[in-house]
């Protein structure tokens, strides 16, 4: 059970890709607190479907690599929910690439998913933010861009440009009372992983590079999310926060 923090209830809630993984944990996370959440997706039928079983969220279907598109969602969801007051760039795609097939097209493609959604959300929400006397921004990087592995040079760089960015918006709009934080975690049990890269073979391989022998799952990124989001984390921004198990 997630630690109780007052200072999120009723407090307005806005998350990318939450329809699934990670994202649909923050969801959840955020829902037990009584803060009033508002998520979007590409996948329509997952995120309604977490909507409903929840109740008491706002949905609304969005490509994050349309920029009009998701600026239009933070809009739609200030109107349902009230002005925004966290926002989580949890939208990504680490789709597995490797250099020297990937063309312009390809990288552009990469970035429109695992990098602009997060300026341009960041952005969208800030004069909100300003009004209303502070918010607080999570950006979820990816320890990848501490390791640089190969197999996917674009969703590396992207993340450390994430990391980048987060320390140059918390520097930017720290004198308007809007925290910015980065959450890198590391290998996360998800559906997505399982069906596609966590084999038995890879999670022991992984194991083996941990200080702590368990699982990282979903909620533990939503457990360190709900503090950052809270008013206990209120002289904290600009940082990456690494969670995971002691790989890094």
């Keep these: 059970m997630s630690a109780i923090y007052p200072s999120l209830k009723d407090r307005a809630v806005f998350i990318t890709g939450g329809a699934s993984g990670i994202g649909a944990a923050l969801v959840e ?3 037990g607190q009584g803060a009033r959440v508002g998520f979007i997706d590409r996948d329509a039928d997952a995120g309604a479907a977490l909507a409903g079983r929840l109740g008491r969220v706002w949905f609304q279907p969005c490509d994050v690599t349309d920029a009009g598109a998701l600026t239009g969602a933070i809009a739609a969801a200030a109107q349902a929910i009230g002005p925004i007051r966290v926002l989580i760039n949890n939208v990504a795609n680490d789709s597995r690439h490797v250099a020297a097939e990937t063309d312009a097209a390809a990288w552009r493609a ?13 952005t969208a929400v800030q004069p909100g933010m300003k009004a209303a006397g502070g918010g607080v921004i999570l950006n979820l990087s990816s320890i990848n861009a501490l390791l640089g592995p190969a197999g996917m040079p674009a969703y590396v760089a992207a993340k450390g440009a994430v990391n980048a960015l987060t320390k140059g918006l918390a520097r930017e709009w720290g004198p308007d009372n809007i925290r910015v934080n980065a959450i890198s975690p590391g290998w996360v049990v998800t559906e997505r992983q399982l069906a596609l890269w966590l084999t ?9 590079q941990v200080a702590l022998k368990r699982r990282i799952e979903p909620a533990d990124i939503a457990d360190l999310a709900l503090f950052l ?20």
């Excluded at 990469?110 to 960041?122: E, G, I, M, Q």
């Excluded at 038995?200 to 083996?208: F, I, K, S, T």
């Design 229 to 248: 989001a809270s008013d206990q984390a209120r002289a904290i921004t600009g940082q990456n926060h690494v969670i995971d198990g002691g790989r890094t």
């Design 200 to 208: 038995p073979e890879a999670e022991a391989a992984w194991m083996e």
């Design 29 to 31: 996370a955020f829902h």
């Design 110 to 122: 990469h970035l429109a998913v695992n990098l602009d959604p997060t300026f341009l959300a960041s």
